[in-house]
């Protein structure tokens, strides 16, 4: 691989927001991309400028409209191959379809290692961050990284409310008991966490709770909040074992459905949300009316320069044993 000229950022749109912020503090400037519809919904995608033997990193989740996104992410890799750019980086703040990491029946499909085939196709490595399971990172055919966004909530709960004294952090699940251990050791407070079931897509049971909530105030972590269900039914049961408030922190804010009602209904005082999807503050205005809203969302912008400004002066990938 030979490189030349100065690296260069090509954003998604749904990339655009986080691209800018990331352009802004690495320095490295935005390539130019026409990205438009086709009358029958194709998407249409032009790169601009001439991006030969260039270092590219790509900005866009796969969020919703997930297959959208998906598909504008490979067209653009393929627009960069086309103009021989001489790297091309997918970074993919939020990955869409990585919760069907595996066929949880006989006769689903495993669709998040067909979508991380379909980016190893046209991207050279990927850099994501808190997938929702790391078994994910293994599906991609290039060096691919994930990055942790725990030390934005950690800075943001020492700065905004610090009382570590009466504090839990508190897992929904027990798939996210490793993620939210990594808070609680940050920011040293205990750890409580629920046991819950997915009779069907999309539907959550709470089947049990194990450590203390009662007078505390309960930080409850997740890697998404999609449909609210977990987050919700979680706030309300820490509410009924005493809480003396709850929060939500989660790195992709997907709120689909009825996600803002939810979440405007709940007992959840603010939702601490990252940048990697964008965030819909025409749908949180509607929703919440006359009321402030329950959301504040930080940037995980500067732990994404400070990993491209590492790729770009020649940092090396892990390298991920493959046991496929
Ligand atoms: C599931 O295992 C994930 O970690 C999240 O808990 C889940 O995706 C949240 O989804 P929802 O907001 O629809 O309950």
Redesign the pocket.
């Known amino acids: 691989m030979v490189l030349s000229g100065e690296p260069v950022i090509i954003a998604g749109s749904f990339g655009q927001s986080l691209g800018v912020k990331i352009s802004e503090i690495t320095g490295i400037k935005m390539g130019k991309i026409f990205s438009g519809k086709f009358s029958d919904g194709e998407t249409r995608i032009r790169i601009d400028e001439d991006v030969t033997g260039k270092d590219a990193f790509v900005v866009q989740p796969t969020s919703p409209p997930v297959n959208d996104s998906i598909m504008e992410l490979m067209l653009i890799c393929d627009a960069l191959r086309g103009w021989d750019a001489g790297r091309i980086t997918a970074v993919i703040p939020y990955f869409g379809y990585a ?1 069907q990491e595996r066929a949880v029946r006989k006769g689903e499909p495993i669709a998040a290692e067909i979508a991380a085939d379909m980016i190893s196709s046209v991207a050279g490595s990927v850099i994501t961050m808190d997938i ?1 399971a790391q078994v994910v990172m293994e599906y991609f055919d290039v060096p691919s990284e994930n990055i942790c966004g725990t030390p934005v909530f950690a800075s943001f709960f020492r700065e905004k409310m610090y009382y570590p004294e009466d504090s839990v952090v508190v897992a ?2 027990l ?2 008991i490793t993620r939210s251990r990594r808070l609680s050791d940050a920011l040293g407070i205990p750890l409580a966490f629920t046991d ?1 079931k ?1 009779p069907d897509a ?1 539907i ?1 049971e709470i089947t049990g709770f194990m450590g203390d909530v009662s007078g505390k105030r309960c930080i409850l972590t ?10 919700t039914e979680t706030a309300a049961m820490v509410t009924e074992m005493g809480a003396s408030k709850v929060y939500a922190f989660a790195a992709h804010g ?1 709120l ?2 009825e ?1 803002f009602e939810k979440i405007y209904e709940s007992h959840i005082e603010k939702v601490v949300l990252l940048d990697t999807v964008p965030f819909d503050e025409d749908k949180d205005r509607r929703v919440r009316g006359d009321r402030e809203s329950k959301f504040e969302v930080l940037s995980s912008a500067g732990i994404f320069a400070e990993k491209i400004t590492e790729i770009s002066s020649g940092y090396k990938f892990s390298e991920i044993k493959k046991y496929r």
């Open positions: 919760r929702h929904p699940d798939g996210s819950k997915r999309n959550s997740d890697d998404i909040i999609d449909t609210a269900g977990t987050i997907v689909s459905g996600a």
